[in-house]
Nanobody, 116 residues
Framework: QVQLVESGGGLVQAGGSLRLSCAASGSIFSLNTMGWYRQAPGEQRELVAAIISTGGTNYRDSVKGRFTISRDNAKNTVYLQMNILKPEDTAVYYC??????????WGKGTQVTVSS
């Protein structure tokens, strides 16, 4: 079992920055991919960014150049640095991890609201 604890969401003005954190605990020895998804009202949940255990990353096109995902394996924590935030980034952001055996775990979600 893996538990995920998220922090860092909140309200920010357009052009501002936020950093989301997600700390994993429990059966963490088998963690592989860590990442962030988001879901805006009336829309499908979408991948924002993901990072594998060795550091390779993948980003949604709309956030490239603005968002940076990173991980601290010693702390079992994944971060999402969000810069130049736009109102369209407003969504509930969900931490996601996947083990090397294919088990997936989700955080409860944290609200990010970007005002114009």
């Amino acid at each position: 079992q893996v538990q995920l604890v998220e922090s860092g969401g909140g309200l920010v003005q357009a052009g501002g920055s936020l950093r989301l954190s997600c700390a994993a605990s429990g059966s963490i020895f088998s963690l592989n991919t860590m990442g962030w998804y988001r879901q805006a009202p009336g829309e499908q949940r979408e991948l924002v960014a993901a990072i594998i255990s060795t550091g390779g990353t993948n980003y949604r096109d709309s956030v490239k150049g603005r968002f940076t995902i990173s991980r601290d394996n010693a702390k079992n924590t994944v971060y999402l640095q969000m810069n130049i935030l736009k109102p369209e980034d407003t969504a509930v952001y969900y931490c996601h991890v996947q083990t090397r055996y294919g088990m997936a775990y989700w955080g409860k979600g944290t609200q990010v609201t970007v005002s114009s």
